[in-house]
């Protein structure tokens, strides 16, 4: 068959730009810019392809003028959610519709029906969320739910860990509302075959011409698409002709299951998709990735949330060990069966929010070696006694976690898989081509030995996990796509791949689609006859072939359009950062690596946690960290016109960044914009074009001003005040007016300290110890530090406080790196000095300073061999409470705590980012906000961690005045309002942060004063 050549545009025209801005039915945005463009030119693809321009659509009448005016200047168009799919179907030369920005409604659920009509870009998570107190959700969970949109897993036809019970998304659509392609509507649910009959003899309209086509496949096509279609139910690759019929060569293993749980959610699924002398065409545009028509409404079925589940993990010798095991495991009937290699649990141990959620793995440790692969089943229903007996008839040496924290953390681990893998250092990345292929469970582990004869043909090697009881592995071998050789082997393993797939009467592709990856291989799948059958239905839909051009009908090649192909280049610059002798505690080598280190995963979309704030508070894909991460790889590999107009367009998309290094905690593949922030500012304003503002040099080197001015600290104080010197501030050097300064004090911490020392006990000390007073405590709040001193005295520390102020985070922030470089030196020079055994541990309580000294100082001075035994001795004063002392005690017990405010009274505790993206230590005592917890716990304080990111504040960037709106809005995300809600709810509730810049933003945004954690714990001595 001859491939129809795809409209090939290189713009916009301007008569469709200026119809649609001078349309009062277009009340959306539209981008063309060249930033935008790069910004949607990736997905969590290998691929990259810059689209026309990107629209965004407020409401189902923008859709539809879109798709309309589209139509009328033959603009391709590309509908698209957060653009997590894998297989490089969210990308295209098009016009790309971000659904997910506005339309993710939540715009009905029925309790009694168990249904949810929503918008096409809400998230999937967080429909489950709103459903959840009806004890309901959506049946298929892809492992990307906390930033899937219902649209992407609809056009991609997503499934996940528990298939084996629910199914795929196809098998869950009641209704569509649709767009198509000449913005003409339709609503596809099931109908009787006559009333499909009468529309499809109506007339010529484009919903007519689908019925017509529809009704033809049905009667024409029933014996080829039987005869030709792949043995497994779990497929995600051509179209779902199949449910027209409605017929399944195979169908999840618990459908036909009797117990009373699965039963219940039985009623509801629906094999067969609909009922004789029906048919419905929903689940025809499941899997379509968005080629037939754009969704605007979808009516969802929803499940029974079981009652109970419960896990057990077993450990095998190898991955082909563990994949013969499973059809045997099925015969038990568990929910989802899922394997996990021995390479993911090393990784995960490796990513600072993920390696404390692998502890579970020392349970089924083999001679202390972490077991060759490890399968996970899941067991759910209504008694929890009924689950365990089940699990123990199983396998009796198999060890469970009935907890539901402990069940979390296994699915977190295998949940992040994906993500995780692909963030191995180096050029020989795990790549995404044949990631996805299903095979019938009883051919799994031949499946498995076959593909590593390939891999082994080709010197390679892979990771191999997923969705074991479905026959679906991720399997991701490492190849070097920037070589010649790499883009070769690709298509060679692919092919050889494919084959051995089809020999096995498996599918190409299970859940991810086909994308740009895999469309070339429907016609080795599904014979010419069928591929003929999905043009004539995709040309019904679309005469002018304008719905995401190259997608399953006329495919693009799978080895073209590479992000990084073999002519792909990058040049970066001299970074001050030594990224390249950081390979023990980073995982990207070099400048140019960690830039590349994203691979679009889009985890940093979601809406919760850590990661990204800015993107969270904006929902602009430019201020995620994936944004941010593309355009410093656009500018490093020449995408830009020119130099300038790059630098430009990333000190934008670093603007709003946070710098609060949520990324560096939660991102599967450690990219760490944070740093590469300060990287970038200070290669920018290296420039001597580049002129920085006067606050900069303010707040970089707020220590030196606050040491000359303190002094003077009732006038400044009183002035900076003033409403006059505060208007002339925000004027002159952008200051916000809105904000309060922190006030001075005439004592520095040293000179209030000097005094103290006099009333000292010498005959008492048991251990030296460093204290790192930065510029906040030693100016703005010594008393902070005073109690610190007083409660490190009274366990018996002698205490020589640092002459050099903080470790230079204020440097750092603001990009001055050569200037923290030689602040650094200072105070590593002072350490040298004060203890030049190299014993003493460094203690401070200003989070960011003292994690300057465990993150940045081992970046700046990577080639002192010192540096890593200074790095990790420096501490928070609660993580040096809670650790034993040279006598072996730990610090703490040391400390009577009375019953002063009563034990049990309520703290409220906010942690600071850079606790939040704390690595755990090697000494196996807790870091970070669990390190504050485990302190105030310990004081007798009945403690609730506030569960938000950033506060929004960052330093000096809530300060500005361009920034202070967002900096609010971040702080109104989760925690204001967290705040307000618990201090009326019970007044007697205590705030407590132990960072100098979330403590001003709280009490900025809730007049309500943060304690700091040391403070809270004097309280009780
Ligand atoms: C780490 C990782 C893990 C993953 N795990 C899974 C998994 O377990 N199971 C699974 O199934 N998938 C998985 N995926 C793939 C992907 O996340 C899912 O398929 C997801 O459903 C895509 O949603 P999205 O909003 O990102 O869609 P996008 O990627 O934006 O788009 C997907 C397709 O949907 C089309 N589309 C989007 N909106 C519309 C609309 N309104 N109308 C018509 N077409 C539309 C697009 O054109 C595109 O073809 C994973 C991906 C990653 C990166
Ligand atoms: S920044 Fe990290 S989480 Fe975001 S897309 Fe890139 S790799 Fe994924
Ligand atoms: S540092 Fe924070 S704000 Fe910046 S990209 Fe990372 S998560 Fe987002």
Redesign the pocket.
């Known amino acids: 068959m001859q491939n129809r050549k795809p409209i090939a545009l290189s713009a916009l025209s301007a008569d469709f730009i200026s119809e649609l801005q001078s349309t009062k039915r277009f009340s959306g945005e539209l981008r063309y810019d060249l930033t935008s463009r790069l910004l949607y030119s990736t ?2 693809s290998i691929y990259q392809i810059e689209p026309l321009g990107v629209a965004f659509p407020r409401s189902t009448e923008d859709l539809i003028t879109l798709i309309e005016t589209s139509a009328k200047y033959e603009i391709p168009i ?9 297989a490089g ?2 990308i295209g030369r098009a016009l790309v519709i971000d ?2 920005r506005y339309l993710n409604r939540l715009i009905e659920v029925n309790r009694e029906e168990q249904t949810a009509t929503v918008e ?2 809400m998230i ?1 998570n967080t429909l489950n969320r709103a459903v959840s107190p009806y004890q309901l959700q959506f049946g ?5 739910a906390e ?3 219902i ?11 528990h298939s084996i019970i629910y199914g795929m998304t196809a098998d869950h659509i009641i209704s569509l509302d649709i767009i198509l392609s000449d913005g003409s509507t339709a609503t596809f649910s099931e109908i009787s075959l006559l009333s499909a009959q009468k529309i499809a003899a109506e007339s010529n309209s484009i919903t007519a011409r689908l019925y017509r086509k529809a009704l033809d496949l049905r009667s024409d096509y029933s014996e080829e698409i039987q005869k030709q279609w792949p043995e497994t139910w779990r497929r ?1 690759s051509g179209y779902n002709l199949n449910y027209l019929l409605p017929w399944s060569p195979s169908q999840p293993p618990q459908w036909s299951s009797n117990q009373e749980w699965f039963s219940g959610n039985l009623k509801r699924l629906p094999y067969p998709p609909v009922l004789p002398g029906q048919i419905n065409l929903a689940p025809l ?1 499941a899997g ?3 080629t037939l ?4 409404k979808a009516k969802l079925r929803l499940v029974s949330k079981p009652r109970c589940t419960i896990l057990g993990v077993l450990s095998f010798g190898s991955i082909i060990e563990a994949c013969e095991a499973v059809q045997e495991i099925l015969l038990h009937e568990p929910s989802a069966v899922e394997l996990i290699p021995q390479s993911l649990i090393k990784l995960a141990r490796s990513v600072p929010a993920y390696a404390p959620l692998t502890s579970f793995v020392e349970n089924i440790k083999v001679d202390e070696q972490d077991p060759a692969a490890l399968l996970v089943v899941e067991f759910s229903g209504n008694e929890p006694a009924i689950l365990l007996e089940k699990m123990r008839r199983l396998d009796k040496h198999i060890w469970i976690a009935e907890s539901a924290e402990v069940q979390k953390r296994v699915w977190d681990v295998r949940k992040v898989g ?2 995780i893998l692909m963030s191995r250092p180096g050029d020989h990345k795990p790549v995404a081509f044949i990631e996805d292929t299903a095979v019938p469970v009883n051919r799994l582990g031949e499946f498995v030995r076959e593909i590593e004869k390939i891999l082994d043909q080709y010197g390679t090697t892979a990771d191999f996990y ?1 969705h074991a009881s479905a026959g679906c592995l991720h399997i991701r071998p490492l190849l070097n796509l920037k070589t010649i050789q790499g883009v070769t082997n690709l298509r060679a393993i692919a092919e050889q791949t494919v084959d051995l797939t089809l020999r096995l009467g498996g599918a190409v592709s299970a ?3 086909d ?1 740009l990856a895999r469309g070339e291989w429907l016609e080795k799948t599904y014979g010419k006859i069928i591929v003929q059958a999905f043009h004539d239905l995709k040309f019904s839909a679309d005469p002018k072939g304008l719905l ?1 051009p190259g ?1 399953i009908v006329d495919p693009l090649e799978m080895d073209k359009n590479l992000r990084f192909g073999e002519t792909y280049r990058s040049v970066g610059w001299q970074p001050v950062f030594q990224f390249s002798n950081a390979e023990e505690r980073q995982r990207e080598r070099g400048l140019v690596e960690a830039i590349e280190q994203c691979n ?4 940093c979309r979601k809406s919760d946690g850590v990661m990204c704030p800015s993107f969270q508070a904006s929902q602009e894909e430019m201020h995620s960290t994936r944004g941010r991460a593309n355009l410093l790889r656009a500018l490093i590999s020449g995408n830009f016109p020119t130099r300038d107009f790059g630098l430009q367009a990333v000190r934008e998309a670093l603007d709003l960044c946070l710098a609060c290094k949520g990324c560096k905690s939660e991102c ?1 593949s450690g990219v760490d914009i944070a740093r590469l922030k300060y990287e970038f500012f200070n290669y920018y304003y290296s420039e001597p074009k580049h002129k920085r503002h006067v606050r900069d040099y303010l707040f970089g080197y707020i220590g030196n001003l606050a040491a000359i001015g303190h002094p003077f600290a009732p006038i400044v104080n009183s002035l900076l005040e003033t409403n006059t010197i505060k208007k002339t501030g925000e004027r002159l050097i952008g200051l916000s007016s809105q904000r309060a300064f922190p006030k001075m004090s005439t004592r520095s911490l040293h000179s209030q300290w000097k005094k103290r020392l006099q009333h000292n006990r010498p005959e008492l000390y048991k251990e030296d110890v460093l204290f790192l007073s930065d510029a906040f405590t030693e100016y703005f709040q010594p008393h902070i530090g005073l109690t610190a001193l007083d409660v490190l005295s009274k366990i018996g520390c002698r205490i020589h406080i640092l002459p050099t102020q903080g470790a230079g985070r204020t440097l750092i922030s603001k990009g001055f790196l050569e200037s923290a470089n030689k602040h650094g030196k200072r105070l590593l020079s002072d350490i040298q000095r004060l203890d030049p055994d190299g014993m003493m541990p460094i203690v401070g309580v200003e989070p960011s300073e003292i994690y300057t000294l465990r993150d940045e100082f081992l970046d700046l001075f990577s080639d002192d061999p010192k540096m890593l035994n200074i790095s990790s001795r420096a501490f928070m004063l609660d993580e040096y409470l809670i650790r034993p002392g040279t006598d072996g005690d730990i610090r703490y017990s040391k400390l009577t705590f009375k019953d002063s405010g009563g034990f049990n009274q309520k703290v409220l505790f906010h942690g600071h980012c850079y606790q939040k993206a704390q690595s755990p230590a090697e000494d196996g005592f807790p870091m970070g906000v669990a390190a504050s917890l485990v302190l105030l716990k310990a004081a007798g304080y009945s403690v609730q961690l506030i569960d938000a990111g950033c506060c929004g504040m960052a330093g000096a960037f809530g300060y500005e005045k361009e920034h202070f709106d967002f900096s609010m809005q971040v702080a109104e995300q989760t925690l204001l309002p967290t705040i307000r809600r618990a201090v009326q709810a019970n007044s007697s509730v205590i705030l407590c942060t132990p960072g100098v810049s979330c403590h001003a933003q709280i009490e900025d945004g809730t007049d309500v004063t943060p304690f700091h954690p040391i403070q809270l714990i004097a309280k009780k001595l």
């Open positions: 997905d969590a590309l509908a698209r959610g957060s653009g997590s799919s894998l179907q969210a659904c997910s096409p870009g999937l298929p969970d892809p492992a990307s930033r899937a949109t649209g992407g897993c609809i056009a991609n036809n997503a499934a996940g860990a995600a545009i379509s990735e968005g028509a754009v969704i605007h994906l993500g997923a859940e991810h689609g994308g995401n997608k679009g995963a889009g985890v599967p």
